[in-house]
Protein backbone atom coordinates (compact mmCIF):
# COMPACT_ATOMS: atom_id res chain seq x y z
CA UNK A 1 0.00 0.00 0.00
CA UNK A 2 1.30 3.35 -0.91
CA UNK A 3 1.72 5.97 1.67
CA UNK A 4 1.58 9.15 -1.30
CA UNK A 5 2.97 12.57 -0.08
CA UNK A 6 2.55 16.02 -2.10
CA UNK A 7 4.97 17.17 -5.12
CA UNK A 8 8.53 17.12 -3.86
CA UNK A 9 7.47 15.81 -0.19
CA UNK A 10 8.16 12.03 -1.38
CA UNK A 11 6.38 8.81 -1.37
CA UNK A 12 7.06 5.46 0.41
CA UNK A 13 5.58 2.32 -0.18
CA UNK A 14 6.21 -1.55 0.28
CA UNK A 15 6.92 -3.74 -2.89
CA UNK A 16 5.42 -7.21 -3.52
CA UNK A 17 9.21 -8.96 -2.41
CA UNK A 18 8.82 -7.23 1.10
CA UNK A 19 11.39 -4.19 0.47
CA UNK A 20 10.64 -0.69 0.68
CA UNK A 21 11.28 1.35 -1.43
CA UNK A 22 10.84 5.54 -1.33
CA UNK A 23 10.82 8.71 -3.91
CA UNK A 24 11.31 11.89 -4.11
CA UNK A 25 9.78 14.18 -7.61
CA UNK A 26 13.15 16.77 -9.12
CA UNK A 27 11.28 18.52 -11.44
CA UNK A 28 10.99 17.73 -14.91
CA UNK A 29 13.56 16.81 -17.68
CA UNK A 30 13.76 18.77 -21.23
CA UNK A 31 11.30 16.95 -22.49
CA UNK A 32 8.22 17.49 -19.65
CA UNK A 33 8.74 13.96 -18.10
CA UNK A 34 8.78 13.92 -14.80
CA UNK A 35 12.01 12.97 -12.38
CA UNK A 36 11.97 10.73 -9.77
CA UNK A 37 14.63 9.65 -7.36
CA UNK A 38 14.63 6.61 -6.01
CA UNK A 39 15.76 4.77 -2.16
CA UNK A 40 15.49 1.31 -1.24
CA UNK A 41 15.21 -0.20 1.89
CA UNK A 42 14.48 -3.19 4.38
CA UNK A 43 12.47 -1.12 6.60
CA UNK A 44 10.28 1.54 6.12
CA UNK A 45 12.23 3.11 8.68
CA UNK A 46 15.66 3.30 6.52
CA UNK A 47 13.63 4.07 3.37
CA UNK A 48 12.15 7.01 5.77
CA UNK A 49 15.98 8.29 6.70
CA UNK A 50 17.46 7.77 3.04
CA UNK A 51 14.10 10.04 1.65
CA UNK A 52 14.93 12.81 4.63
CA UNK A 53 18.54 13.19 2.93
CA UNK A 54 16.82 13.52 -0.31
CA UNK A 55 14.82 16.07 0.61
CA UNK A 56 17.04 18.19 2.25
CA UNK A 57 19.70 17.53 -1.13
CA UNK A 58 16.61 18.79 -3.21
CA UNK A 59 16.07 21.46 -0.85
CA UNK A 60 19.73 22.77 -1.31
CA UNK A 61 19.66 22.00 -5.20
CA UNK A 62 21.78 18.53 -5.11
CA UNK A 63 19.06 16.86 -6.72
CA UNK A 64 20.12 16.39 -10.76
CA UNK A 65 17.47 17.89 -13.11
CA UNK A 66 18.54 16.68 -16.50
CA UNK A 67 16.61 13.06 -16.37
CA UNK A 68 20.13 11.58 -16.68
CA UNK A 69 23.67 11.13 -15.11
CA UNK A 70 26.58 13.41 -16.39
CA UNK A 71 29.84 12.25 -16.36
CA UNK A 72 32.80 14.35 -15.38
CA UNK A 73 34.12 14.13 -18.52
CA UNK A 74 30.92 15.85 -19.98
CA UNK A 75 30.98 18.29 -17.24
CA UNK A 76 34.59 19.41 -17.75
CA UNK A 77 34.05 20.49 -21.27
CA UNK A 78 30.45 22.03 -20.11
CA UNK A 79 32.24 23.84 -17.89
CA UNK A 80 34.66 24.98 -20.23
CA UNK A 81 32.34 25.67 -23.09
CA UNK A 82 29.69 27.40 -21.07
CA UNK A 83 31.27 29.71 -18.02
CA UNK A 84 35.44 29.49 -19.03
CA UNK A 85 35.05 30.36 -22.26
CA UNK A 86 33.47 33.39 -22.31
CA UNK A 87 36.02 34.56 -20.13
CA UNK A 88 39.34 33.82 -21.30
CA UNK A 89 41.64 34.48 -24.80
CA UNK A 90 41.11 31.80 -28.06
CA UNK A 91 44.56 30.83 -27.20
CA UNK A 92 43.82 29.72 -23.56
CA UNK A 93 40.34 28.09 -24.80
CA UNK A 94 42.75 26.20 -27.21
CA UNK A 95 45.28 25.33 -24.35
CA UNK A 96 42.61 23.64 -22.01
CA UNK A 97 41.03 22.22 -24.70
CA UNK A 98 43.81 20.44 -26.07
CA UNK A 99 45.00 19.53 -22.38
CA UNK A 100 41.31 17.82 -22.04
CA UNK A 101 41.55 15.60 -24.91
CA UNK A 102 45.30 14.76 -24.11
CA UNK A 103 45.24 14.11 -20.66
CA UNK A 104 42.06 13.50 -19.23
CA UNK A 105 41.84 9.10 -19.15
CA UNK A 106 38.44 7.93 -20.67
CA UNK A 107 38.42 5.52 -17.21
CA UNK A 108 38.19 8.74 -15.25
CA UNK A 109 36.33 10.81 -17.61
CA UNK A 110 33.44 7.85 -17.56
CA UNK A 111 32.51 8.06 -14.14
CA UNK A 112 29.30 9.83 -13.27
CA UNK A 113 30.54 13.36 -12.04
CA UNK A 114 28.96 12.78 -7.95
CA UNK A 115 30.83 9.30 -7.98
CA UNK A 116 34.47 11.37 -8.20
CA UNK A 117 36.60 10.52 -5.51
CA UNK A 118 39.62 12.76 -4.28
CA UNK A 119 41.81 9.47 -4.72
CA UNK A 120 40.74 9.45 -8.31
CA UNK A 121 41.97 13.03 -9.11
CA UNK A 122 45.17 12.47 -6.94
CA UNK A 123 46.46 9.42 -8.70
CA UNK A 124 45.74 11.63 -12.36
CA UNK A 125 48.09 14.81 -11.03
CA UNK A 126 50.94 12.48 -9.73
CA UNK A 127 50.67 11.11 -13.72
CA UNK A 128 51.01 14.69 -14.86
CA UNK A 129 54.55 16.63 -14.31
CA UNK A 130 54.88 20.34 -14.36
CA UNK A 131 52.84 23.17 -16.05
CA UNK A 132 50.36 20.24 -17.10
CA UNK A 133 49.30 19.11 -13.99
CA UNK A 134 49.14 22.60 -12.56
CA UNK A 135 46.86 23.83 -15.23
CA UNK A 136 44.71 20.79 -14.87
CA UNK A 137 44.41 20.80 -11.42
CA UNK A 138 43.38 24.72 -11.51
CA UNK A 139 40.84 23.59 -14.03
CA UNK A 140 38.96 20.92 -12.49
CA UNK A 141 39.17 22.55 -9.44
CA UNK A 142 37.28 25.63 -10.56
CA UNK A 143 34.59 22.96 -12.82
CA UNK A 144 34.01 21.19 -9.25
CA UNK A 145 33.76 24.38 -7.75
CA UNK A 146 31.20 25.46 -10.58
CA UNK A 147 29.67 22.30 -10.10
CA UNK A 148 29.01 22.41 -6.10
CA UNK A 149 27.82 25.94 -6.70
CA UNK A 150 24.71 24.62 -9.13
CA UNK A 151 24.27 21.78 -6.55
CA UNK A 152 25.59 18.68 -8.54
CA UNK A 153 27.69 17.69 -6.51
CA UNK A 154 27.61 18.52 -2.41
CA UNK A 155 31.49 19.19 -2.35
CA UNK A 156 34.39 20.03 -4.44
CA UNK A 157 36.99 17.12 -4.42
CA UNK A 158 39.97 18.08 -5.45
CA UNK A 159 40.03 20.26 -3.00
CA UNK A 160 40.78 17.29 -0.52
CA UNK A 161 43.72 16.48 -3.21
CA UNK A 162 47.52 17.33 -2.39
CA UNK A 163 49.44 19.12 -5.16
CA UNK A 164 52.52 16.95 -6.18
CA UNK A 165 55.82 19.22 -5.75
CA UNK A 166 56.62 21.00 -8.91
CA UNK A 167 59.80 20.72 -10.64
CA UNK A 168 60.67 24.28 -11.91
CA UNK A 169 62.58 24.25 -14.99
CA UNK A 170 65.98 25.97 -14.65
CA UNK A 171 66.24 29.23 -16.32
CA UNK A 172 68.39 29.22 -18.89
CA UNK A 173 70.49 32.67 -20.19
CA UNK A 174 73.03 33.71 -22.29
CA UNK A 175 76.28 34.91 -20.40
CA UNK A 176 78.25 37.62 -21.74
CA UNK A 177 80.75 36.10 -23.72
CA UNK A 178 77.51 34.36 -25.28
CA UNK A 179 75.99 37.17 -26.27
CA UNK A 180 79.03 38.79 -27.76
CA UNK A 181 79.31 35.15 -30.19
CA UNK A 182 75.59 35.20 -30.56
CA UNK A 183 75.78 39.00 -32.43
CA UNK A 184 78.96 38.45 -33.99
CA UNK A 185 77.85 35.29 -36.19
CA UNK A 186 74.21 36.75 -36.77
CA UNK A 187 74.21 40.88 -37.15
CA UNK A 188 74.38 39.76 -41.26
CA UNK A 189 70.50 37.94 -41.19
CA UNK A 190 67.80 40.04 -42.01
CA UNK A 191 65.80 39.08 -38.53
CA UNK A 192 69.00 40.21 -36.73
CA UNK A 193 67.64 43.51 -35.60
CA UNK A 194 64.23 41.37 -34.14
CA UNK A 195 66.54 38.83 -32.33
CA UNK A 196 68.88 42.13 -30.80
CA UNK A 197 65.06 44.05 -30.22
CA UNK A 198 64.35 40.75 -27.69
CA UNK A 199 67.42 40.58 -26.03
CA UNK A 200 67.74 44.38 -24.94
CA UNK A 201 64.13 44.53 -24.07
CA UNK A 202 62.88 41.32 -22.61
CA UNK A 203 59.56 41.39 -24.80
CA UNK A 204 57.91 37.94 -25.52
CA UNK A 205 57.97 36.29 -28.95
CA UNK A 206 54.33 36.91 -30.08
CA UNK A 207 54.89 40.63 -28.40
CA UNK A 208 57.70 41.48 -30.93
CA UNK A 209 56.23 39.80 -34.07
CA UNK A 210 52.46 42.24 -33.14
CA UNK A 211 54.96 45.42 -32.85
CA UNK A 212 54.26 47.99 -35.19
CA UNK A 213 55.74 51.03 -36.73
CA UNK A 214 52.50 52.79 -34.99
CA UNK A 215 54.43 51.33 -31.26
CA UNK A 216 58.18 52.86 -31.63
CA UNK A 217 58.86 56.23 -31.23
CA UNK A 218 62.68 56.75 -32.63
CA UNK A 219 62.82 60.20 -31.09
CA UNK A 220 61.93 59.50 -27.40
CA UNK A 221 63.66 56.18 -27.81
CA UNK A 222 60.63 54.16 -26.88
CA UNK A 223 58.35 51.58 -27.90
CA UNK A 224 54.67 50.17 -26.80
CA UNK A 225 53.42 46.59 -26.18
CA UNK A 226 49.71 46.72 -27.37
CA UNK A 227 49.04 43.62 -28.48
CA UNK A 228 50.53 39.78 -29.49
CA UNK A 229 50.50 37.82 -32.86
CA UNK A 230 49.58 33.98 -32.56
CA UNK A 231 49.13 31.39 -35.18
CA UNK A 232 45.94 29.42 -34.46
CA UNK A 233 44.22 27.15 -36.75
CA UNK A 234 45.78 28.01 -39.89
CA UNK A 235 45.02 32.15 -39.27
CA UNK A 236 47.19 34.80 -37.94
CA UNK A 237 45.08 36.57 -34.94
CA UNK A 238 46.27 39.65 -32.96
CA UNK A 239 45.17 39.57 -29.58
CA UNK A 240 45.57 42.14 -26.44
CA UNK A 241 48.04 41.45 -23.99
CA UNK A 242 47.25 39.08 -21.25
CA UNK A 243 47.00 41.19 -18.16
CA UNK A 244 47.22 45.18 -17.57
CA UNK A 245 50.90 45.24 -16.94
CA UNK A 246 51.71 43.70 -20.14
CA UNK A 247 50.71 46.84 -21.98
CA UNK A 248 53.84 49.03 -21.46
CA UNK A 249 56.19 51.11 -22.73
CA UNK A 250 60.19 50.24 -22.83
CA UNK A 251 62.67 52.38 -22.99
CA UNK A 252 65.33 51.33 -25.76
CA UNK A 253 69.06 51.63 -25.23
CA UNK A 254 70.72 53.97 -27.64
CA UNK A 255 72.38 50.70 -29.37
CA UNK A 256 68.84 49.44 -29.91
CA UNK A 257 68.10 52.78 -31.35
CA UNK A 258 70.61 53.03 -34.17
CA UNK A 259 69.93 49.37 -35.06
CA UNK A 260 66.28 49.83 -35.25
CA UNK A 261 67.08 53.00 -37.43
CA UNK A 262 68.90 51.15 -39.97
CA UNK A 263 66.40 48.50 -39.95
CA UNK A 264 63.85 50.92 -40.73
CA UNK A 265 65.80 52.11 -43.61
CA UNK A 266 66.18 48.29 -45.08
CA UNK A 267 62.47 47.82 -44.50
CA UNK A 268 61.59 51.10 -46.61
CA UNK A 269 63.86 49.34 -49.16
CA UNK A 270 61.82 46.04 -49.11
CA UNK A 271 58.36 47.87 -49.28
CA UNK A 272 59.55 49.71 -52.30
CA UNK A 273 60.58 46.86 -54.21
CA UNK A 274 57.51 45.14 -53.38
CA UNK A 275 55.82 48.36 -55.16
CA UNK A 276 51.52 47.40 -55.92
CA UNK A 277 52.29 43.85 -54.04
CA UNK A 278 52.68 45.12 -50.83
CA UNK A 279 50.21 43.78 -48.60
CA UNK A 280 49.82 47.47 -46.66
CA UNK A 281 50.99 45.94 -43.15
CA UNK A 282 52.65 48.05 -40.71
CA UNK A 283 54.58 45.07 -38.64
CA UNK A 284 57.86 46.29 -37.63
CA UNK A 285 59.15 42.47 -38.59
CA UNK A 286 57.59 40.63 -41.43
CA UNK A 287 58.30 38.08 -43.48
CA UNK A 288 60.23 39.45 -46.85
CA UNK A 289 57.23 39.77 -48.78
CA UNK A 290 56.00 41.99 -45.44
CA UNK A 291 53.29 39.58 -44.19
CA UNK A 292 53.20 38.47 -40.13
CA UNK A 293 55.92 35.77 -39.58
CA UNK A 294 54.93 32.38 -38.15
CA UNK A 295 55.57 32.66 -35.04
CA UNK A 296 57.18 28.47 -35.03
CA UNK A 297 59.25 29.45 -38.32
CA UNK A 298 60.79 32.67 -36.51
CA UNK A 299 61.91 30.24 -33.45
CA UNK A 300 63.18 28.12 -36.19
CA UNK A 301 65.54 30.94 -37.26
CA UNK A 302 66.68 31.24 -33.89
CA UNK A 303 67.74 27.60 -33.69
CA UNK A 304 69.62 28.28 -36.79
CA UNK A 305 71.37 30.95 -35.40
CA UNK A 306 72.33 29.51 -32.02
CA UNK A 307 73.65 26.23 -34.16
CA UNK A 308 76.01 29.17 -35.85
CA UNK A 309 77.00 30.62 -32.71
CA UNK A 310 77.94 27.11 -31.29
CA UNK A 311 75.35 27.84 -28.72
CA UNK A 312 73.39 24.95 -26.25
CA UNK A 313 70.14 23.94 -28.55
CA UNK A 314 68.17 24.02 -25.51
CA UNK A 315 68.24 27.73 -25.01
CA UNK A 316 64.96 29.15 -25.86
CA UNK A 317 63.47 32.78 -27.59
CA UNK A 318 62.20 33.26 -23.71
CA UNK A 319 66.17 32.61 -22.87
CA UNK A 320 66.72 36.43 -24.49
CA UNK A 321 64.35 37.80 -22.34
CA UNK A 322 65.33 35.34 -19.05
CA UNK A 323 69.05 37.36 -20.08
CA UNK A 324 67.81 40.79 -20.08
CA UNK A 325 65.76 40.25 -16.69
CA UNK A 326 68.77 38.81 -15.57
CA UNK A 327 71.21 41.46 -16.54
CA UNK A 328 69.70 44.16 -15.42
CA UNK A 329 68.79 42.42 -11.84
CA UNK A 330 72.64 41.71 -12.03
CA UNK A 331 74.02 45.91 -12.08
CA UNK A 332 71.59 45.93 -9.21
CA UNK A 333 68.59 47.37 -11.08
CA UNK A 334 65.54 47.21 -8.41
CA UNK A 335 63.32 44.35 -9.16
CA UNK A 336 60.29 46.48 -9.36
CA UNK A 337 61.68 48.19 -12.18
CA UNK A 338 62.35 45.01 -14.03
CA UNK A 339 58.74 43.69 -13.16
CA UNK A 340 56.99 46.54 -14.78
CA UNK A 341 59.59 46.30 -17.75
CA UNK A 342 58.74 42.05 -18.78
CA UNK A 343 55.25 42.72 -17.95
CA UNK A 344 55.12 40.36 -14.73
CA UNK A 345 51.35 41.12 -13.29
CA UNK A 346 53.37 40.85 -10.06
CA UNK A 347 56.84 41.89 -8.11
CA UNK A 348 56.88 37.91 -6.81
CA UNK A 349 56.69 36.17 -10.23
CA UNK A 350 60.07 38.70 -11.10
CA UNK A 351 61.57 37.49 -7.94
CA UNK A 352 60.72 34.08 -8.10
CA UNK A 353 61.66 33.51 -11.60
CA UNK A 354 65.15 35.10 -11.03
CA UNK A 355 66.80 35.40 -7.96
CA UNK A 356 68.59 32.42 -7.92
CA UNK A 357 69.76 33.04 -11.69
CA UNK A 358 71.14 36.54 -11.22
CA UNK A 359 74.48 35.98 -10.03
CA UNK A 360 75.82 38.22 -7.16
CA UNK A 361 72.47 39.31 -5.82
CA UNK A 362 72.50 37.93 -2.19
CA UNK A 363 76.47 39.14 -2.14
CA UNK A 364 75.91 42.60 -3.14
CA UNK A 365 72.66 43.01 -0.83
CA UNK A 366 75.06 41.87 1.79
CA UNK A 367 77.67 44.38 1.42
CA UNK A 368 75.13 47.18 1.38
CA UNK A 369 73.86 46.01 4.70
CA UNK A 370 77.67 45.85 5.95
CA UNK A 371 78.28 49.44 4.67
CA UNK A 372 75.21 50.76 6.53
CA UNK A 373 75.76 48.93 10.04
CA UNK A 374 79.43 50.44 9.56
CA UNK A 375 78.45 53.90 9.21
CA UNK A 376 76.01 54.04 12.20
CA UNK A 377 79.07 52.47 14.24
CA UNK A 378 81.09 55.08 13.57
Given at each position: MKHRRG???????????GTWCGAVSSGRDREGNPIRKYVYGKT??????????LLQDYQVGLLPTQGKKVTFGQWLWTYLNLYKK???????YELYSNILKNHLPTYLASLPLEKVRPEDLQRLFLEKE???????????????????????VPRNVAEATTPPRNKKKEVQVLSREDIKKFIASSQDHRLFPAFFLLLTTGLRRGELLGLQWSDVDLERGTI???????????KFIFQEPKTKGSSRTIPLPE?????????????????????????????????????PINPRNFGRTFKDLLKKAELSPTIT??????????????????????????????????????????????????????????????
Open positions: NNEGSIYRRKDRQEVSNKLVKPQIRETTGRTMQILRNFIHGALKQAMRLGYTVSRSLIYLKGVTQEVLKEWKRKWLEERMALGANWPKTDLVFPTEVHTIHGLRHTYATLLLSAGEHPKVVQELLGHSSITITMDTYSKVAPGLKEKAVEKLNAILNNGSR
